[in-house]
């Protein structure tokens, strides 16, 4: 599927038709471009970098004297965990060719069609690349929105002592997944700088204009992401505080109550010798003189505590 760009319009052409000097875009499968690299005028050692196992995030594009190439592997800003869009781009003076590479749902195709049909007037080929761009940054802020409800949500229970055991674990999840939302971003942002520096020459000022308003955007979200994962270590630190807190006051009850059995702990070892000189053996009211003692010692101790304010 291609695009000629006359500057007014974009008109779709077939491949074998389009004019070697005309201006247009492009989207193939990996395959399709393989078969037509001589009439696209690709080197082929374009594809080992197309075809190379790509297990992280590609954070450049690859500029030479008259093409520039990279990968994008895409995220679903709205659920980080679903398996990855990957597509590939050539970029040439007069001609931008999308490549799918991973695109079990049609969305990157999608995407395309919605790039060349957005700029209806002065249609120019650093328009369709930004359409296409742009597309990528779409819902971000929608999504920025949702994980700062959750976090706030948590912020809630936590303050209100709502402590969910699963909350260490949502957490952690959340940071994982902003992780991810960062490093993404980050990526779009070094690639509309790599666009935007324009090293190959294969823009003009107008286009630059557009790839600047893309990094910034990417730049953007890529703060706000970095900003909502130091809301989660914070989130996390009161989290630990809390269940500090909370170990502590069991402590402070069990300190107060081996406080409160000690001293009774020692009558019982002191009376249990059972010495044939102790008075209180043989004493009428020695059992009874011994619950007194003892009950009077708790009732001190809880006054103490009482008026220290341990309890």
């Known amino acids: 599927m291609f695009y000629a760009l006359n500057g007014k ?24 471009l393989e078969e037509n690299l001589v009439e696209l005028g690709i080197d082929k050692n ?7 196992d ?3 995030f590609h954070t450049s594009v690859d500029a030479y004297d008259n093409f520039s190439f990279g990968i994008i592997n895409i995220v679903n800003v709205m659920n980080v965990n679903e398996d990855k869009d990957r597509m590939a781009f050539i970029i040439k003076k007069n001609q931008f060719i999308l490549v799918k590479l991973i695109d079990e749902d049609g969305s990157c195709k999608e995407m395309f069609e919605s790039a060349v049909g957005r700029f209806k007037q002065n249609i120019t080929l650093g328009k369709v690349i930004f359409g296409i761009l742009d597309r990528l ?31 260490n674990r949502d957490i952690f999840n959340l940071r994982k997944d902003l992780s991810i939302l960062k490093n993404y971003y980050e990526q779009l942002f070094d690639i509309g700088e790599a666009l935007q520096e324009n090293e190959n020459d294969l823009f003009g000022t107008e286009d630059l204009r557009y790839f600047g308003i893309f990094a910034a955007k990417a730049e953007r979200l890529s703060k706000n992401t ?3 994962g130091e809301n989660l270590i914070h989130l996390r630190e009161a989290l630990d505080a809390s269940l500090n807190y909370s170990l502590n006051k069991i402590m402070k009850v069990f300190t107060v109550i081996s406080i409160i ?36 010692e708790v009732a001190v101790c809880l006054i103490l505590f009482k008026k220290k304010k341990f309890l």
């Open 54 to 56: 790509q297990t992280h």
């Open 137 to 167: 940054l779409s819902n971000g802020n929608k999504s920025l929105e949702s994980t700062e409800q959750k976090i706030m949500i948590m912020e809630q229970n936590l303050v209100s002592g709502r402590i969910d055991e699963l909350l």
């Open 261 to 296: 059995f000690l001293p009774l702990t020692l009558i019982v070892g002191w009376y249990g010798m059972n010495f044939t000189t102790m008075p209180e053996l043989t004493w009428k009211y020695g059992h009874l003189a011994v619950i007194v003692l003892s009950l009077l």
């Open 226 to 228: 970095h900003a909502l």
């Open 9 to 32: 319009e974009a008109i779709k052409v077939e491949l074998q038709d389009l004019e070697s000097d005309a201006i247009n875009a492009g989207y193939l499968t990996l395959e399709e």
């Open 46 to 52: 374009v594809l080992t970098g197309f075809m190379a």
